[in-house]
């Protein structure tokens, strides 16, 4: 396997940090365009509770970020990663400060961009193709699934060609492409998680994030969740999982998470995946991860 802190040390020679940061999106998911639910599983912060304040500049968020995780890092560098909603839905005007604020950073090394791909019209590549020329721009896309049914469960709210069309325009351009994955939705079997992780190392993605279903406080699946109409993985189900995951993503399709934790504020289910330190533990027990 072929982990994001190995690709990043290699490419950069040194620390590299993620810092989340929210640009004040919103999403055709919420603002009416497509619906205004959300997706069912996303929380009220658009998936971005650790990103920092959008009250803030870009700047000032960023210089945040860097003093929360100063006894992590010395003399290393960041990712600044537009986390929240949907990070290229905006007027262009809008996008261009904020992304070329974030990428002009002395310390940042990479520009990174969670947002749907039915959100990256021609004027948008065009600009993210003018600022990977500056620094590396990755966009990261939230797939979730290839099942229509399972897309259509989670509100997903666009067909499979429309990601295939968003990878193949991003490709064109050079720009790096990070696919999400959740696995565990309901009614999905190992064989359909691992369908979709396999077509996503075949679609060109350059990374994929496997991430756990789980469930937060104030979303529409904790309701299916409450009413017993679906249930979470146990911990050694997911790890059983990834490991058929594993046997699928080749060397060259960079792994950026294993695993993922909510906001243990709102965590509601599984709640042993809020204690990060010990599902990584047991991750490298199962031989998968390094000592």
């Known amino acids: 396997m072929y982990l994001l802190n190995d690709y990043l040390r290699?490419?950069?020679?040194?620390?590299?940090?993620?810092?989340?940061l929210n640009g004040g999106f919103t999403c055709p998911n919420r603002d009416g365009r497509i619906d205004t639910r959300g997706c069912i599983f996303c929380s009220q912060g658009g998936s971005g509770e650790?990103?920092?304040?959008?009250?803030?500049?870009?700047?000032?968020?960023?210089?945040?970020?860097?003093?929360?995780?100063?006894?992590?890092?010395?003399?290393?560098?960041?990712?600044?990663?537009?986390q929240a909603y949907t990070g290229t839905y905006a007027p262009i005007g809008q996008l261009r400060s904020l992304y070329e604020e974030a990428i002009?950073?002395?310390?940042?090394?990479?520009?990174s961009i969670a947002t749907r791909p039915d959100c990256l019209p021609e004027e948008v590549l065009s600009l993210l193709e003018e600022l990977n020329h500056i620094k590396p721009v990755w966009v990261e896309l939230g797939l979730q699934t290839i099942h229509a049914k399972s897309a259509a469960y989670i509100r997903r709210g666009y067909d499979l060609p429309i990601y295939d069309a968003a990878v193949s325009e991003l490709k064109k351009r050079k720009i790096e492409v990070i696919t999400h994955v959740i696995?565990?939705?309901p009614g999905e079997s190992v064989k359909d998680m691992t369908d979709t992780v396999r077509y996503v190392c075949e679609s060109g993605s350059d990374g994929i994030k496997l991430q756990l279903l789980h469930?937060?406080?104030?979303?529409?699946?904790?309701k299916e969740y409450l009413a017993g109409r679906i249930e979470v993985l146990s911990e050694d189900e997911y790890i059983a999982i990834l490991k058929e995951c594993a046997?699928?993503?080749?060397?060259?399709?960079?792994?950026?998470?294993?695993?993922?934790?909510?906001?243990?504020?709102?965590?509601?289910a599984p709640l042993w995946s809020g204690n990060k330190k010990h599902?990584?533990?047991?991750?490298r027990e199962s031989g998968l991860l390094s000592p």
Do not use: M, W
Request: positive net charge; proline residues 2%; charged residues 30%.
């Open 10 to 20: 290699k490419r950069f020679g040194c620390k590299v940090y993620k810092i989340a």
């Open 50 to 82: 650790f990103a920092q304040k959008s009250g803030l500049s870009v700047t000032e968020q960023i210089e945040l970020g860097k003093k929360l995780v100063s006894k992590k890092i010395r003399n290393g560098r960041y990712i600044a990663y537009f």
């Open 104 to 111: 002009r950073h002395p310390d940042i090394a990479v520009l």
């Open 183 to 185: 696995l565990g939705l």
């Open 215 to 222: 469930i937060l406080k104030g979303t529409d699946l904790e």
């Open 247 to 268: 046997k699928i993503i080749p060397d060259n399709v960079v792994i950026h998470r294993l695993t993922g934790d909510g906001d243990k504020r709102l965590l509601v």
């Open 279 to 283: 599902v990584l533990n047991k991750i």
